[in-house]
């Protein structure tokens, strides 16, 4: 298909200027600035992917190769430089199926013994294979093609090897006569006199190729007026690329700094776009399974409790170490291994004792005064597209997280169903300050219980929810939508506006207000908060009896 838009572009173009690339990138660069082909370099290829001369070293295999990654990077046609063809006819004959295969339009083989010299190179003599033996290598070329499309470009390096005008032309009807597609005559310069006189002798009506590297003043139309067809420009990319990037590298070792540099590099987003990533992202989003994104864990650990000192006089709370591990280090592994990968703690008393890696810290310096409800808009920025917050003193199973973070609720808390059975076996064990809370439905008293397969609502949150009337027990972890979030951030900021010194529902005034004060402000504005129930699997530790009773509890 390459070669066959390879051939049509010949017909349709008065000349064709194809420029030399040396990997998938500057062959990218090339199809970008507009050059109607692709001439894979064996220059090109031996320095930029192997720092190696353009002498025979590199390998077909290798050529080929570079040829496939570029080929893939392209639309316009390829056409690699086979040098001599890597040894003699029976290598060609599998060269071509191989690159033929690969998609390459073409391929162009010189009749340079091997090993072969670039003929760049100064000085040197050049051994050239005889006539009849280049002809056999077109002939097993052209014989190996399976489309008649490939294309087979025939290069002399008569002028190069200082054999003059004569011989090029003896050569050049050769391989004409052999069945090559194209004639590119090679020519060290200084001036495109070598080139000019070939073409005017020329009487085949194959076309004419030449690579005017080191005869660059003159311009692709006047070789094409004298009678070539494709002007190579054959290793510019290269050329540039060394000369950018040794002066940019040399600018940022003297200067140590980014900026110094950035005018002469190509933006980010430039390279982005070059190797496809907005199609990647598009990609994703047809193919990717949609996996949702595990919402930001906020921890709130800023308060001080002056009931668990002198417990706590070196520490914040969560802190404290049961069997060897802190609270907080028991949070973070459970959230872990629950899939959570961002976890935010706001700190506060003692906060430079929490130094954990890879959480992000936000600090409530007014912690005194300003309690967790202010603790948790800390991290106000962690909220977009929805989070969790735990309060910094529970201990809890990894089922109730999990249940937590597959509510589909837009704001739903978490509440143990237990309590109705603890208040009636053990009243004692209700905390004085617990947050209680009151549902539209109730568990039934015994010894089971299954959660509603609606969740029930909840109407009434708070300490002073009298626990006759309570159907659960609020533990201090609550999950929040986007939207969710996005209510309780207007919720906030409405109140924090309007309430200013008052009351705030169960608080003296609106610093000192709690999570649960601000989830009954909503509920009372008619937004629909679930009850995530779960029955047991949790403690808290708010007193030092908590604390007793952990150690006998959490295991090891
Ligand atoms: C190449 O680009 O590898 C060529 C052209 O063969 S030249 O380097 O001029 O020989
Ligand atoms: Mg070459």
Not at 170 to 188: N, P, T
Not at 340 to 362: E, F
Not at 364 to 385: H, P, Q, V, W
Request: charged share 25%; proline share 4%; with cysteine.
């Amino acid at each position: 298909m390459r070669a066959a838009s390879l051939r049509g572009l010949l017909r349709k173009k008065k000349y064709l200027i194809w420029a030399g690339a040396h990997d998938a990138l500057s062959a990218k660069l090339v199809e970008e600035a507009g050059f109607e082909g692709i001439w894979v370099s064996s220059f090109g290829v031996s320095a930029a992917q192997k720092c190696m001369p353009d002498s025979n070293i590199l390998t077909m295999t290798e050529m080929l190769e570079a040829s496939k990654d570029i080929r893939r990077a392209v639309k316009i046609p390829v056409v690699t430089d086979c040098d001599n063809g890597y040894g003699g006819a029976m290598n060609i004959l599998r060269l071509v199926k191989e690159f033929e295969q690969a998609g390459v339009a073409g391929i162009s083989l010189e009749d340079s013994s091997f090993p072969k010299r670039c003929s760049l190179y100064p000085g040197g003599q050049r051994e050239l294979v005889s006539i009849e033996e280049m002809s056999g290598r077109i002939r097993a070329a052209k014989d190996a093609q399976e489309s008649k499309e490939f294309f087979v470009i025939a290069r002399t390096e008569a002028f190069v090897a200082g054999l003059g005008l004569a011989e090029a032309l003896r050569r050049g009807e050769a391989y004409a006569k052999a069945g090559a597609d194209a004639i590119l005559v090679h020519s060290r310069g200084p001036s495109a006199s070598e080139v000019e006189a070939f073409a005017k002798k020329w009487n085949e009506a194959l076309p004419l190729v030449c690579v005017p590297t080191l005869y660059g003043k003159v311009s692709a139309p006047a070789l094409s007026s004298k009678g070539y067809k494709v002007i190579i420009f054959a290793n510019h990319a290269l050329r540039a690329q060394v000369k950018a990037a040794r002066g940019v590298l040399r600018t940022l070792r003297q200067k140590e700094r980014l900026a110094s540099v950035e005018k002469d590099i190509a933006k980010l987003s430039e390279v982005f776009e070059l190797v496809g990533q907005p199609t990647l992202e598009a990609h994703a989003e047809r193919f990717s399974p949609k996996l949702p994104k595990p919402p930001t864990a906020i921890i709130l650990a800023a308060g001080f409790e002056p009931q668990l000192m002198p417990l706590i006089v070196d520490r914040p709370k969560a802190l404290l170490e049961i069997h060897g591990r802190s609270i907080l280090e028991r949070q973070v592994e459970v959230l872990r291994q629950a899939g959570v990968k961002r976890i935010a703690v706001v700190r506060g008393y003692q906060k430079h004792r929490i130094d954990l890696p890879n959480l992000v810290a936000y600090d409530n310096d007014r912690y005194e005064k300003a309690y967790i409800l202010d603790s948790l808009f800390c991290a106000e920025r962690e909220m977009e597209g929805g989070f969790l917050f735990l309060y910094g003193d529970v201990l809890f199973d990894e089922a109730v997280l999990l249940k937590a973070l597959k509510s589909r609720a837009d704001i739903g808390l978490v509440v143990d169903r237990a309590l109705p059975e603890l208040i009636r076996q053990h009243p004692e064990l209700l905390a004085a300050h617990a947050d209680l809370v009151v549902t539209n439905g109730r568990a039934l008293p015994g010894h089971r219980f299954v959660p509603p397969r609606r969740q029930d609502r909840i109407l009434k949150i708070g300490t002073r929810v009298p626990a006759e009337k309570a159907t659960g027990e609020f533990i201090g972890i609550g999950r929040f939508s986007a939207k969710g979030a996005d209510l309780l951030r207007k919720a906030y900021h409405r109140a924090r506006a309007h309430v200013n010194g008052r009351i705030f529902h169960e608080a003296a005034t609106f610093s000192k207000a709690s999570v649960t004060d601000l989830v009954q402000e909503l509920i009372d504005r008619g937004q629909r908060v679930e009850s995530i129930d779960i029955y047991k699997g949790w403690i808290e530790v708010n007193t030092l009896a908590d604390y007793e009773r952990a150690w006998k509890l959490v295991k090891r």
